[in-house]
């Protein structure tokens, strides 16, 4: 190895080094990127009319250990999950959320607009590859997912 192959190597690996000790290298957790998104906080069709089936109140919440704890209360049911991982899309994020009382896992993608609410765009079993909301659309009534704004 020439003595000018040897810096540029050593150059490159210096090089590498460094980008890898930069913040933009290392993994975010999901209450990090969900804080980035702005998905932190309690969101409903309307924030005036208290839970219901018809207004759900979904509730993201930073846990401890850097997961995020997923509350849905639809005034007479209510459960909490646990978002296990997070990642930003194109005008969106995708959250695979943990249910401890189904022990079932579910991969949830939710839209932005422009003025800040949120819609779900897909809801879906993972291990059963079975969706209960695909395109925006609920499948049981093929009614359009509601916008959602933040409430607190």
Known sequence: MTRRTSRSVLLFVSLLLV?????AARAETPAETAAAFGLLGT????????????NGYLTYAAAPGGNIAHDRDF???????????????????????????SAQSRQITIAKAA??????????????????????RLLATGAEMPWQMRCR
């Open 75 to 101: 005034g007479s049911q209510r459960n909490v999950g646990e978002v296990v991982r997070a990642s930003l899309t194109a005008g969106g994020i995708d959250l695979v959320v943990f249910f401890p009382v």
């Open 43 to 54: 969101w409903a069709v309307d924030c005036r009319l208290p839970p219901s089936l018809g």
């Open 19 to 23: 980008l890898c000790q930069t913040p």
């Open 115 to 136: 003025d800040g609410r949120l819609r779900t765009i897909a809801d879906s079993f993972i291990n059963a590859n079975e969706y209960a909301i695909r395109d925006g």
